[in-house]
């Protein structure tokens, strides 16, 4: 089972659509929070897929502060 846990909203891939994809997920034992790419080395986002993704980060970061104020860590 893993700690991290995938932001559920957030749907956003590739614009040559080569079948790449963003992820944003929290830790849920620390806080950290993980930008991944996959399937590939880099990612060509639509204006749109942006703001997607920066408001998933936005969100894991709200998640971050909660579950590090819950266990006392930065």
């Not at 080569?18 to 992820?23: I, Q, R, Y």
């Not at 894991?60 to 819950?70: C, F, L, N, T």
């Amino acid at each position: 089972m893993s700690a991290n846990s995938s932001d559920p909203d957030l749907n956003v891939q590739d614009v040559t659509g080569n079948g790449t994809e963003v992820d944003v997920a929290t830790n849920l034992l620390n806080g950290d929070i993980r930008l991944s790419i996959l399937w590939s080395q880099e990612i060509l986002l639509s204006a749109d897929a942006a703001e997607q993704v920066a408001d998933a980060l936005q969100r894991a970061a709200a998640r971050s502060r909660s579950i590090s104020a819950a266990t006392g860590t930065d």
